[in-house]
């Protein structure tokens, strides 16, 4: 396990923080979903499953767009941190590329298809097990982070992404 107590470290977890929801558990960039790594979460890790989480993310943004991969696993979490950052603010500052916004608008759908699966063959909520209605909290929180997103696209004139579009035919 490896510590980045670092006030870099810190601050580089404020800024992702600042970008993100509460309880938001990933990001989306230039229509690609990333899970938004804590520092303790990778404090946690092994060397070679925080070395992946790296190389993961450099490989899909893009060795050319990031900064130099550090081979420690002290400078990874600073680096991972640090990058996370950077892309959620770049995402912040412009306008949501369409493929973000149907990006999005595919991870609502499947989330709400999800919720419909766990509550398959429960007519009476009453018999809903514990576990399945924490999930179906966590879906419904999830969405409605998203639907905030959406909403707040739809007053600035755009319209809803084209799978929800789907899914709202689907159950009319």
Request: glycine letters at 6%.
């Amino acid at each position: 396990n490896f510590c980045c107590a670092t006030s870099d470290c810190i601050l580089m977890a404020t800024r992702a923080k600042q970008h993100a929801g509460p309880g938001q558990q990933s990001f989306f960039f230039e229509g690609k979903e990333f899970l938004l790594w804590q520092p303790t979460q990778l404090e946690g890790l092994n060397r070679a499953t925080l070395n992946n989480r790296a190389v993961n993310l450099r490989d899909t943004v893009g060795a050319h767009r990031l900064p130099v991969m550090p081979r420690h696993p002290e400078g990874l979490v600073a680096w991972i941190l640090q990058v996370q950052a950077e892309l959620m603010d770049q995402a912040s500052q412009t306008a949501m590329p369409d493929e973000d916004y149907e990006a999005l608008g595919r991870r609502m759908v499947a989330l709400m298809q999800r919720g419909q699966e766990l509550l398959e063959g429960h007519e009476d909520p009453s018999t809903v097990p514990s576990a399945v209605q924490e999930e179906l909290e966590a879906l419904q929180g999830e969405i409605q982070e998203l639907e905030q997103v959406v909403f707040d696209a739809r007053k600035a004139g755009r319209e809803l992404p084209v799978a929800l579009q789907g899914w709202n035919a689907s159950v009319q």
